[in-house]
């Protein structure tokens, strides 16, 4: 089934799943480095520790995806990190691995691996500071795209 009247909403909606991405990590750099909200599994979290660079990477580039800036670069970088998180904060975390995500706990670090892939890929769309500044190619809908 296609629905052409919807395609024009892709570039739209491309720049608002990257917000949500980068919202969505921000607020675990949050919570890991500034101990909000009150998460007890980061209550002792290290700013020199693998929590405390992983919350540094989540605040930081978290917070340039929200606003579209050098996304492709973020993204890119936060799928590294959730692909890091996943091996070894979930899959590795025992004695003998648990491949099962669903068992490890480790489905929003593959799901967060896999958005920042595709925006690495995809873009910062139109709604962004990339866009505004003319970083972004035509292909990916930018603003201020030559068309």
């Known amino acids: 089934m296609n629905f052409p009247y919807l395609t024009r909403f892709q570039p739209v909606l491309l720049s608002l799943f990257r917000f949500i991405t980068g919202l969505l990590l921000f607020q675990y750099g949050v919570a890991k480095l500034f101990k909000f909200p009150a998460v007890p599994m980061f209550a002792k979290v290290e700013l020199m520790s693998l929590y405390g660079a992983a919350g540094t990477l989540e605040l930081v580039l978290g917070g340039l995806l929200m606003i579209g ?62 866009a505004a500044l003319g970083n972004e190619r035509e292909s990916t809908g930018g603003a201020f795209a030559r068309r």
Do not use: Q
């Not at 990190?81 to 995500?101: C, D, I, K, N, T």
């Open 69 to 130: 800036l050098f996304s492709r670069l973020s993204a890119f970088i936060l799928s590294g990190e959730m692909a890091f998180a996943y091996f070894l904060g979930h899959m590795f975390r025992g004695e003998s691995p648990v491949f099962l995500p669903l068992l490890n706990g480790g489905t929003s670090a593959i799901l967060f691996c896999f958005a920042c892939l595709y925006l690495a890929a995809a873009g910062a769309g139109p709604i962004s500071v990339d």
